[in-house]
């Protein structure tokens, strides 16, 4: 490879390493996996995904589905809260044949999406089992048949079923407390799937995030899961103990381009606009926007102790390191740098560029 | 204006004003204003800068020199520790014909720079007075002299002057912290130059950073300033007291998605991948991504009361808000947001509407 500027390098076989994991889960567990396409928004990758049998897939907002639904796919859920300002994109999609799947949050929203539909989609209600984003909560029986009512009385509209994204899994200190979290959810998701059984007899139940899809092994009570990140995890899901640092499956390759020894640190080309702004904090309680690794013949090395990316401006990163390390660093040097988000700086760096050189478009490259 | 989606709007008027401000200010004070290109990325908007008389512009990366060069900029400073694994590039730059100046933090990569190259280009030395970020400390006049030493002898290299970026103007609690952060940094480059004046006698001083370059009325002993982000301003400049709200010249248009008037909440859709991470503490110390305005007929409102954008997941944005201004917007509203950190914003958003829906591009849409 001959990287001279900051480039996104994906590992193919990790990255399909982690699809073939979360295929095979939601087979043993009885689920279908409708995987969320936000982290990678890649077409290219997409594939990799038919490859592993999957033909259903989630996206969060509606450009993507535009951008998934040219390339092919049939079966697409929008997993943000209906914006019915975007109808005319979304009759454009369902123009194209797409079995369309919306997510709604309120009453309201199925009554403008009734009057300026062109189509049929089928819906999903979001509940909140306590994440408090976005949903009905789920002890709000009465709202969510208000509007499975709205729905069966509308000749455009199927429901679909429930769901339910728990995302303060990514508040936990323990895979336990990510466990305890979706048993949770789940407990309040099937009774309220109960309470609906007379005017919603096949329900579907959907749950998402990375972290209680990788370590939660009882779904009893599920028919789908919908995580993304998975598909590269990152820094935050190694730090959250979902994922070891081996299963990141990018990893950003920034130039060296000056040395501070007398300060112990170095300044590589790679910054805000390469990583946004989302950190991690270490053992010391010290903030820092990413970890380093050294790429060699297979790949890259592990994480390097004693250096790691402390501040980022707008295109500079400073990494701050052991004398040690300092000595074995050089201008011009190019490494890697395992991100704290790699939904963020996979959309932010718009473009892979896999082991062997090859490059892999993302949708906000020239969409 | 039809909004659907997260779209950024642009105050042409309030955008040409600071322009023209900085420009006067410039012409004022005796120093000559090379702007930096980083925050708008945009060869419209640099139209705008050569109507007002700008023809030297700063930047931050080869990319965007690539970018203005092709859009007919003739004198374009890098202002980024020269990385010489870029060096192609940079040819291809200097064969079009542009009077390139590049940023030296190191004997070494004067060294192989002037290896590579295959015309000739002026360098300026990036010194540190106390931001620790990039540059040689201006105490260290042995170092400087030894590059000037390597410059002077190379026919590929004339040697143009210092570049000082006094960056912790950022980290200052008052106005006057950064005029006393610029005064000392004045001092110590002034007397680095005045220790170079055998053999540099003509050089130039080059001070960067928006707040300095607002604030600061006194700029004796300095050449040239070079700002960016005083193009559009942001949350951050009006915390620091540097610009009033009325100057920050971009606000990010997000549709209301869902109201939780329960817990004073209500989504937008308007996320990290809109507004990166960055966030500011208000005077309860309560984080929070953005101020909120409401559009109008000639622009928007002042930044309201009462509500807040206070934490933003991937394409969620979640506003809290006092039940009056809750009661006030709608779903399916478009509010606006103005940005923390104007320069992410725009590298996010990739494309600017004028208040009369024109639409104006940035770098990152398809070069």
Redesign the interface.
């Known amino acids: 490879m001959n ?3 900051p480039t996104l390098i994906l590992d193919e076989g990790k990255c399909r390493n982690n699809i073939q994991y979360m295929c095979e889960k939601a087979a043993r567990l009885g689920v279908d996996l409708i995987p969320h396409f ?1 982290t990678h928004q890649s077409e290219e990758i997409g594939k990799w995904f038919i490859e592993a049998g999957v033909d259903a897939i989630t996206v ?4 993507m589905a535009q951008y998934f639904a040219k390339y092919g796919w049939k079966d697409i859920t929008i997993a ?7 109808i ?2 979304i009759n454009e999609i369902l123009h194209e044949g797409v079995r369309l799947k919306v997510l709604v ?2 009453a ?2 199925i009554r ?1 999406l009734i009057n300026s539909l062109e189509g049929k989609v089928e819906v999903l209600i979001e509940v909140d089992a306590g994440y ?3 949903g009905i909560a789920t002890e709000n029986s009465t709202e969510v048949r208000d509007i499975v009512g709205l729905i069966n009385d509308s000749d455009k509209l199927d429901f679909y079923g429930l769901y339910c994204h728990p ?1 303060n899994t990514y508040q936990t200190a323990s895979t336990d407390d990510i466990k305890q979290i979706w048993a949770d959810a789940i407990l309040k998701v099937v009774e309220l799937k109960d309470q609906l059984s007379d005017i919603a007899p096949g329900l579907k139940i959907r749950m998402g995030d990375t972290p209680g899809c990788t370590v939660v092994e009882d779904m009893a009570g599920i028919d789908e899961i919908g995580p993304g990140n998975f598909v590269f995890y990152d820094l935050v899901m190694n730090y959250l103990d979902v994922c070891n640092e081996d299963q990141i499956a990018v990893a950003v390759a920034c ?1 060296v ?3 501070y020894p007398n ?1 112990n640190q170095l ?1 590589i ?1 790679g910054g ?2 390469h990583f ?3 950190h991690l904090y270490d053992g010391d309680e010290n903030k820092f926007f990413g970890e380093v690794v050294i790429f060699n013949e297979g790949g890259w090395s592990p994480i390097l102790d004693g250096i790691k990316l402390t ?1 980022i ?4 990163g ?1 990494l701050t390191a052991t004398t040690e390390i300092i000595e074995t660093i050089e ?2 040097d ?1 490494i890697g740098i395992l991100p704290i ?1 790699s ?2 700086t996979a ?2 760096l ?1 473009s892979y560029t896999t082991l062997d050189g090859s490059e892999i478009s993302h949708l ?1 490259k ?1 969409f």
């Open positions: 990287i001279t500027r936000k969060s907002s509606v450009k943000f809260p209906l914006n019915v300002l975007e005319d994109s949050v309120s309201e929203s403008l408090n984003r976005t995302g130039p381009v000056a040395k300060r300044i080309h805000a606009v946004s702004k989302d501040s401006s707008q295109e500079h400073i201008t011009g190019v988000h939904c963020l959309n932010l718009k906000e020239g």
